[in-house]
């Protein structure tokens, strides 16, 4: 079952713009992720925030985290042709087995208009 | 510096036959991890492995999937008796010890089963 459900499902937007996609979630948390994939091939890992954190930044990323809704959200500013792919959110709780296992979303799809 | 490198990208079998897939994880990264991802969904987790320890085959849909990593490196998915529910994108992801962290996906094998 999905931990992490992305919305919207798919976004278009203009070259330039900002880009906000949300991540809702159901159980608690150790940390979140946020990856992107391009091509439905690898993914690759963008940002993490800790369930102890509320807002991270990574160059044109900032990411926020509200436990208290679960929900997250990623917002790419100045956006350009190359972040077209889709991204996902990630939730980690730890296991039985002490690992931490990542339940990912489904996935906004992003397609930036140049 | 070598990423997480899978084998084949692509893999056409007729139903019934058995597949081999071989992901080489980042040398150091102690923990091993196989998802499923198929057409426009999330991703969803197969196995785990960590050091020694007993592997994690919670995430695994039926018996005719296996997994095993030899000398804490090189892992295998043998999916056996493949079906055509079983055409997916496998991606296989390493971290380091305890994997609390960013997992780095492999591009993936793109099995088709016909």
């Known amino acids: 079952s999905q931990q992490g459900e992305e919305d919207p499902q798919a976004l278009s937007i203009q070259e330039g713009e900002n880009a906000t996609m949300n991540c809702s979630y159901k159980?608690?948390?150790?940390?979140l992720q946020w990856y992107r994939q391009n091509s439905g091939r690898g993914l690759v890992h963008l940002i993490l925030?800790?369930?102890?954190?509320r807002e991270k930044h990574s160059g044109r990323l900032r990411v926020t985290l509200d436990t208290s809704k679960k929900s997250s959200s990623l917002l790419i500013t100045a956006s350009r042709a190359a972040d077209t792919a889709s991204y996902f959110c990630?939730?980690?709780?730890?296991?039985?087995?002490?690992?931490?296992?990542?339940?990912f979303g489904t996935g906004t799809r992003l397609t930036i208009i140049p | 510096g070598a990423g997480v490198s899978q084998s084949p990208s692509n893999k056409v079998t007729e139903k019934g036959k058995d597949v081999e897939l071989r992901c080489d994880p980042i040398?150091?990264?102690?923990?091993l991890y196989w998802y499923r991802q198929s057409l426009g969904q999330g991703l969803e987790f197969l196995i785990y492995?960590?050091?020694?320890?007993?592997?994690?085959k919670s995430g695994l849909p039926s018996d005719r999937f296996s997994a095993e990593r030899t000398g804490g490196s090189v892992s295998t998915l043998t999916i056996q008796r493949t079906q055509q529910e079983d055409s997916a994108v496998y991606l296989c992801?390493?971290?380091?010890?305890?994997?609390?962290?960013?997992?780095?996906f492999g591009p993936g094998t793109r099995l088709t089963v016909t």
């Open positions: 159980t608690s948390i150790n940390n």
């Open positions: 040398s150091g990264h102690t923990a």
């Open positions: 990630a939730t980690t709780l730890i296991s039985n087995f002490g690992n931490e296992k990542l339940t």
């Open positions: 925030i800790r369930s102890n954190e």
């Open positions: 992801a390493s971290s380091l010890a305890g994997g609390f962290g960013e997992q780095y």
């Open positions: 492995f960590q050091g020694n320890s007993a592997p994690d």
